[in-house]
């Protein structure tokens, strides 16, 4: 930089340099201004002008001007030091000067941080003719002295030396600017009281932070209980912080609801990021269930879905509604019950239009795609529950699938869960003989009139005693009797048959238990049928017709429940009382 020079005075010695401010001592000792007095004695004298560098171009030369020196302190607070110190400033002329461009540099002391001492970055902030003892964090700029300047700031010399302390201030991030000189925000919290509740126990609000990422305060607050609506009902519900937002929200939520929570929710302790502004955090409330927290709507729910199941090809309709953002578990399920339209059931053969009633609900798909009919209960699945029966919620989605009977009558309960009873048939074989081709039984009809097997069983030949003689005879099956016989029932003896007998294919009714029938066995005469019991049977009387007053003997038997046919007379003869003296002789 071009700079003017002065002339300061003269000097019988050649100087060979631009004096300073400050170097006033070092002019010649015989230096005399224009106009001062010289003396000649025995020779000539040679001056040679002597030049001083002028900083304001005026004059006079800064060297023959008073000048003032700026000193820096160092200033170290809490037992920490202090190096890279800029050197001073000497021999600097009254006026505006610039300090140095260069910062000294602080250890690091340990700042109280939430009650926890946490060595921290100290940074120069700046110089001050007033020395301080603190370290200055965000938010404190007005309580830096008034005539603070930064490094290279400028400083006005008037009559005296200057001496400038060192100002520190702490830096959170260790890198800078020191926080005191950055602007600094708040983040305010408010309690956002939801349907006339009050709120209590609020976090301070946390004052002078620096632009960033800020955790909030752990300090959670507390809501009043207010009324919940229940099915109609208002319930005195507890409800809990879910968390803040910036966004004020005027709703208390509820399971399921998440994802409706503000986009910008954290719960508390969560981070905010401070960018130019303040930050105002709203309370977010939530319905807890179970009065203990977490609340509802930070809890995983899950939901109840209802599965028709339509079984055959039919329909069903009247389909409870899905229950949705359960929390884990025991859940009632819904009392309404679907309904299935009828479909066709194998009947003996037969296709027959059949009321199909709901029987209750399985999650297991695999084992209710079947209609159940009587006495298939211990096939229902193991889970199965009736309509409004309770369901265990763990981690999953609970699936319900409609399990469905069959309704004989159409009424219902469904035949499944509706005592059932069993038809046995017993062969009940007679004088040794084995019986064959049995009826099945018939098994889980409900209570009422059944109709029996029209399959009649088979019995082997018997001996049976003719007239003395063994004679191998056909047993035909006659019927079915509740009452055991230990007979093979003959012509004439029809009275002689149980009461309660019937034929293949009749009726029976059952009341409240199984009902065992034992087969009825009769001769057969001719081997052909039907049985000789069931058929008409006759007599052939003998009478003995005494002639004149005679007597007769030795009658025949009469021979009683023949079926129609050729039947021989046997061969007892009957015998006449003589009449008159003479002999009188049967003749046929």
């Given at each position: 930089?071009?700079?003017?020079?002065?002339?300061?005075g003269w000097s019988q010695t050649q100087t060979n340099y631009i004096f300073a401010a400050g170097e006033r001592d070092s002019l010649p000792a015989d230096w005399i201004p224009a106009g001062g007095n010289v003396d000649i004695v025995d020779a000539d004298i040679t001056l040679y002008a002597i030049w001083g560098w002028s900083t304001d171009g005026d004059g006079p030369p800064d060297v023959l001007r008073?000048?003032?020196?700026?000193?820096?302190?160092?200033?170290?607070?809490?037992?920490?030091?202090?190096?890279?110190?800029?050197?001073?400033?000497?021999?600097?002329?009254?006026?505006?000067?610039?300090?140095?461009?260069?910062?000294?540099?602080?250890?690091?002391?340990?700042?109280?941080?939430?009650?926890?001492?946490?060595?921290?970055?100290?940074?120069?902030?700046?110089?001050?003719?007033?020395?301080?003892?603190?370290?200055?964090?965000?938010?404190?700029?007005?309580?830096?002295?008034?005539?603070?300047?930064?490094?290279?700031?400028?400083?006005?010399?008037?009559?005296?030396?200057?001496?400038?302390?060192?100002?520190?201030?702490?830096?959170?991030?260790?890198?800078?600017?020191?926080?005191?000189?950055?602007?600094?925000?708040?983040?305010?919290?408010?309690?956002?009281?939801?349907?006339?509740?009050?709120?209590?126990?609020?976090?301070?609000?946390?004052?002078?932070?620096?632009?960033?990422?800020?955790?909030?305060?752990?300090?959670?607050?507390?809501?009043?209980?207010?009324?919940?609506?229940?099915?109609?009902?208002?319930?005195?519900?507890?409800?809990?912080?879910?968390?803040?937002?910036?966004?004020?929200?005027?709703?208390?939520?509820?399971?399921?609801?998440?994802?409706?929570?503000?986009?910008?929710?954290?719960?508390?302790?969560?981070?905010?990021?401070?960018?130019?502004?303040?930050?105002?955090?709203?309370?977010?409330?939530?319905?807890?269930?179970?009065?203990?927290?977490?609340?509802?709507?930070?809890?995983?729910?899950?939901?109840?879905?209802?599965?028709?199941?339509?079984?055959?090809?039919?329909?069903?309709?009247?389909?409870?509604?899905?229950?949705?953002?359960?929390?884990?578990?025991?859940?009632?399920?819904?009392?309404?019950?679907?309904?299935?339209?009828?479909?066709?059931?194998?009947?003996?053969?037969?296709?027959?239009?059949?009321?199909?009633?709901?029987?209750?609900?399985?999650?297991?798909?695999?084992?209710?795609?079947?209609?159940?009919?009587?006495?298939?209960?211990?096939?229902?699945?193991?889970?199965?529950?009736?309509?409004?029966?309770?369901?265990?919620?763990?981690?999953?989605?609970?699936?319900?699938?409609?399990?469905?009977?069959?309704?004989?009558?159409?009424?219902?309960?469904?035949?499944?869960?509706?005592?059932?009873?069993?038809?046995?048939?017993?062969?009940?074989?007679?004088?040794?003989?084995?019986?064959?081709?049995?009826?099945?039984?018939?098994?889980?009809?409900?209570?009422?009139?059944?109709?029996?097997?029209?399959?009649?069983?088979?019995h082997t030949n018997v001996d049976r005693d003719v007239d003395g003689t063994d004679v191998s005879t056909v047993v035909l099956f006659v019927g079915w009797s509740q009452t055991q016989t230990n007979h093979i029932f003959a012509a004439g003896e029809r009275d002689s048959l149980p009461t309660d007998w019937i034929p293949a294919g009749g009726d029976v009714d059952i009341v409240d238990a199984d009902v065992?029938?034992?087969?009825?066995?009769?001769?057969?005469?001719?081997?052909?049928?039907?049985?000789?019991?069931?058929?008409?049977?006759?007599?052939?009387?003998?009478?003995?017709?005494?002639?004149?007053?005679?007597?007769?003997?030795?009658?025949?038997?009469?021979?009683?429940?023949?079926l129609p046919g050729t039947h021989g007379l046997g061969s007892v003869v009957p015998e006449h009382s003589d009449v008159n003296n003479t002999r009188v002789l049967f003749v046929g």
């Open positions: 930089m071009s700079t003017v020079v002065l002339f300061v008073d000048s003032f020196n700026i000193y820096y302190e160092g200033n170290a607070q809490q037992g920490g030091t202090v190096s890279n110190m800029p050197t001073d400033q000497l021999h600097l002329l009254p006026g505006t000067h610039a300090t140095r461009n260069q910062e000294p540099t602080h250890t690091n002391v340990d700042r109280d941080v939430d009650g926890t001492d946490v060595s921290t970055v100290v940074l120069f902030v700046g110089w001050s003719q007033t020395p301080t003892n603190h370290i200055f964090a965000a938010g404190e700029r007005d309580s830096l002295p008034t005539d603070w300047i930064p490094a290279g700031g400028n400083v006005d010399i008037v009559d005296a030396d200057i001496t400038l302390y060192a100002i520190w201030g702490w830096s959170t991030d260790g890198d800078g600017p020191p926080d005191v000189l950055r602007d600094s925000f708040n983040i305010y919290y408010e309690g956002n009281a939801q349907q006339g509740g009050t709120v209590s126990n609020m976090p301070a609000d946390q004052l002078h932070l620096l632009p960033g990422t800020h955790a909030t305060r752990n300090q959670e607050p507390t809501h009043t209980n207010v009324d919940r609506d229940v099915d109609g009902t208002d319930v005195s519900t507890v409800v809990l912080f879910v968390g803040w937002s910036q966004t004020q929200t005027n709703t208390i939520f509820a399971a399921g609801e998440r994802d409706s929570l503000p986009t910008d929710w954290i719960p508390a302790g969560g981070n905010v990021d401070i960018v130019d502004a303040d930050v105002t955090l709203y309370a977010i409330w939530g319905w807890s269930t179970d009065g203990d927290g977490p609340p509802d709507v930070l809890r995983d729910s899950f939901n109840i879905y209802y599965e028709g199941n339509a079984q055959q090809g039919g329909t069903v309709s009247n389909m409870p509604a899905d229950q949705l953002h359960l929390l884990p578990g025991t859940h009632a399920t819904r009392n309404q019950e679907p309904t299935h339209t009828n479909v066709d059931r194998d009947v003996d053969g037969t296709d027959v239009s059949t009321v199909v009633l709901f029987v209750g609900w399985s999650q297991t798909q695999t084992q209710t795609n079947h209609i159940f009919a009587a006495g298939e209960r211990d096939s229902l699945p193991t889970d199965w529950i009736p309509a409004g029966g309770d369901v265990d919620i763990v981690d999953a989605d609970v699936t319900l699938y409609a399990i469905w009977g069959w309704s004989t009558d159409g009424d219902g309960p469904p035949d499944v869960r509706r005592d059932s009873f069993n038809i046995y048939y017993e062969g009940n074989a007679q004088q040794g003989g084995t019986v064959s081709n049995m009826p099945a039984d018939q098994l889980n009809l409900l209570p009422g009139t059944h109709a029996t097997r029209t399959q009649e069983p088979t065992t029938l034992y087969a009825i066995w009769v001769w057969s005469t001719d081997g052909d049928g039907p049985p000789d019991v069931l058929r008409d049977s006759f007599n052939i009387y003998y009478e003995g017709n005494a002639q004149q007053g005679g007597t007769v003997s030795n009658m025949p038997t009469d021979q009683l429940h023949l």
